[in-house]
């Protein structure tokens, strides 16, 4: 058994606390995420600190407990080393949650840089996509059925509190169910004319936005590690 694969397994409760740690760093991320979209330009300097500072520090939490956890990932365990970026977010957790008598900080210079901010959101992303992989290849290699895989999805997300979505998958998901209402109607109504002929064709772009989405996908990952320092070429084929 894959040793990663033995960890989890041999204890679920760890990687389900991981996970809702994980997940409470989602919600400040969306929070944050929220503000800077919805301020743009009109930002004051109080509340975006806070904003950030909050995301940020939480995210340190989730990286204290995936070396605590003993987990592994190419990708994220080379994220975790670029720079001295972890042990500026450890100070910056130490400041955020811990009472500081001076208003006189280092946050806003590492939550002002572009390249501690890309490095931030690229680990984010990085450990939401390490979890759902995980949790996909718990429910594969137990070779359960496709009802069992789907209860232990939805368990872990119960426990948990959630289970990261791949990017885009909630609006092609949107997509498949129209397209297979679609097909549905075309066949109930037994139309064969052209212009249903022509719908069922189109129907099948589809499956070719998948693949143009996972492309794009791929190649977004690459430019963002790429960005942060690391050579893509090293973890994504």
Not at 2 to 7: A, G, R, T, V
Not at 114 to 119: A, E, F, G, V
Not at 204 to 212: L, R, S
Request: proline letters at 3%; hydrophobic letters at 40%; charged letters at 25%.
């Amino acid at each position: 058994m894959n040793p990663q694969l033995q960890n989890i397994c041999t204890n679920r409760e760890l990687f389900f606390t991981w996970g809702r740690y994980l997940y409470w760093a989602e919600l400040m991320y969306r929070n944050w995420d929220r503000y800077m979209t919805d301020k743009g330009a009109s930002r004051e300097i109080p509340e975006r600190l806070a904003v950030s500072s909050y995301w940020a520090a939480s995210l340190y939490v989730v990286i204290e407990g995936w070396e605590a956890a003993k987990f592994k990932d190419p990708i994220i365990d080379a994220l975790l080393a670029v720079s001295d970026h972890k042990d500026v977010l450890r100070r910056l957790r130490n400041g955020t949650f811990h009472y500081q008598p001076s208003l006189t900080s280092n946050k806003l210079g590492f939550l002002n840089s572009y390249d501690c901010l890309m490095w931030l959101q690229t680990l984010h992303a990085e450990f939401c996509r390490w979890l759902r992989d995980c949790v996909e290849l718990v429910a594969s290699s137990a070779r359960l059925s496709a009802e069992k895989s789907e209860e232990w999805r939805q368990g872990f997300a119960t426990l948990a509190g959630w289970l990261p979505l791949r990017p885009a998958e909630s609006e092609l998901e949107e997509f498949r169910k129209l397209t297979k209402h679609a097909r549905e109607e075309l066949d109930a109504s037994g139309d064969d004319s052209e212009a249903a002929r022509e719908l069922r064709v189109s129907l099948g772009d589809y499956d070719a936005a998948v693949i143009q989405t996972a492309e794009n996908i791929r190649q977004v990952r690459r430019e963002l590690l790429a960005q942060v320092g690391l050579n893509p070429d090293n973890f994504i084929a």
